[in-house]
């Protein structure tokens, strides 16, 4: 029997063979979420003999967590842990960059076993990638329910100032105190919020790719993403009012869709053109030098813009779809492969060659022309449009991330219409996946 898909616990350290034809397997073993968690932290390495540990914090995390959880290491094992303390950069805030990964390894003492992540996101994608690269085991202890990412496998990292996602490694174990999650500021829970929300779209772009091309598709791994998401729409009001409840309900989402990716090996259940929107953007503020905005936040802003997407092609009848299609092939209005190299190119910049290269995988486009494509998508038109239709209109999805306190426009990001314009035209590129961007292309 399948094991519940909203549930964490019988997911954990588990390796099966699943109805979509992979093998799947969850190295991540221990998922605690409950008041009280960091206490559990100590036990953890004590059963797993881990007598050398270190832990990675900011200077607020430090204060939040890190400084507790050094107290209880000293109070149960009567060992040191010694306290890595991430140092802020020009801009007042840490990031996933060279820096970083090099103050880790200088504070890491010799034959360190362990190495635990206390804080938001990026304190986790700089120790996951030190973990990955020196062997130590790598734990989580989150201080704000702000992103899915805390158990996935890729470590998106700063590198001579590009984002790239580099291959690192999951947590064994996730500790998720209540009593510290329910005191992070209401942006943040409102960005772990948002970060959900974009499973709408992203799911939605999966079945795009799944329908069109054959794609890869994990019923299981969609259906714990789904749930995922329900779980946070259905605890809303404990959200938005940050009970522990509402908090413990938010954390199990994102864990849980954690656990989708770590499952198909990638974030293709949690991940679509939301996401490449904000990448987008994250990488332009890079360029500006402009202070990060919180990953959900972007997203779920992203998502509003999307599910705009999604609520127009599904006005469309097939026949129409057929009739634009045909129209554009013999005006040959759509961009030809030279002129989305070009464009990539203007709009990437320094990241141009490791953008082409992911778009044209063996110097060709990753998918057919559109004649090709066009009787296929015609043909599918009803299965297309029944995924539209389960995307939640804007509004509603604007007035959920109104509830939580969470921006819900690019203009409350200080994203300007002309960067929502660019990006719109170009973030498809980020990926080679089909996504409702790459689909609102052939049929505009
Ligand atoms: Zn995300
Ligand atoms: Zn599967």
New binding site residues.
């Given amino acids: 029997m399948k094991p519940d898909p909203s549930r964490i616990e019988p997911w954990l350290d588990s390796r099966f063979q699943c109805s979509c034809g992979q093998e799947h397997r969850i190295p991540l073993r221990e998922v605690a979420i409950s008041s009280g968690a960091l206490r559990l932290v100590p036990e953890y390495c004590a059963k797993e003999a881990f007598s050398r540990v270190l832990l990675v914090v900011d200077s607020r995390t430090l204060d939040a967590a890190g400084r507790r959880l050094k107290e209880l290491f000293s109070e149960h094992t009567r060992q040191e842990a010694p306290i890595c303390v991430l140092a802020d950069n020009e801009l007042g805030e840490v990031a996933a960059d060279e820096q970083a990964i090099v103050q880790v390894l200088l504070d890491m003492p010799p034959q360190t076993q362990a190495i635990i992540a206390v804080g938001s996101g990026t304190i986790h994608d700089i120790v996951r990638f030190v973990c990955y690269k020196t062997g130590c085991d790598f734990i989580s202890v989150p201080t704000a329910p702000s ?3 805390f158990s996935s496998v890729g470590a998106p990292l700063l590198i001579q100032g590009f984002k790239q996602t580099i291959p690192a490694c999951a947590p064994s174990a996730i500790f998720a105190d209540l009593d510290i999650l329910t005191k992070a500021p209401q942006t943040m829970v409102a960005a772990g919020f948002a ?1 959900m929300l ?1 499973k709408f779209t992203s799911l939605a772009d999966w079945e795009l790719g799944r329908i069109l091309f054959g794609e890869h598709y994990c019923s299981t791994a969609a259906e714990m993403t789904r749930r995922a998401l329900n779980l946070c729409i259905d605890h809303i009001e404990g959200i938005r009012n940050r009970s522990a409840l509402g908090i413990q309900k938010l954390m199990e989402g994102l864990i849980l869709s954690g656990i989708s990716m770590l499952m198909v090996g990638n974030s293709r259940p ?2 679509g053109a939301e ?1 490449h929107l ?1 990448h987008y953007w994250e990488m332009k503020f890079i360029q500006q030098r402009r202070k990060a905005l919180l ?2 936040a972007k ?1 779920g802003a992203a998502a509003v813009l999307m599910a705009g997407l999604y609520e127009s092609i599904a006005l469309l009848t097939e026949d129409e779809v057929q009739e634009r299609v045909t129209t554009r092939l013999e005006q040959k209005t759509y961009p030809t492969e030279e002129q989305d190299r070009h464009r990539i190119q203007q709009a990437y910049g320094k990241i141009a060659d490791q953008v082409l290269r992911e778009n044209f995988p063996q110097g060709r486009s990753a998918f057919p022309p559109i004649e090709d494509i066009q009787p296929h998508l015609v043909g599918s038109w009803d299965r297309i449009l029944s995924t539209a239709q389960q995307v939640p209109s804007p509004a509603q999805m604007t007035a959920w991330l109104q509830t939580v306190g969470g921006p819900a426009t690019p203009e409350q990001l200080e994203i300007s219409p002309l960067l929502v314009d660019e990006a719109l035209d170009n973030a498809m590129f980020v990926r080679n996946r089909f996504t409702i961007l790459r689909l609102n292309r052939i049929i505009r």
């Fill in positions: 992103v899915d990412g970060d974009g949690a991940s996401h904000s990953h959900g997203v």
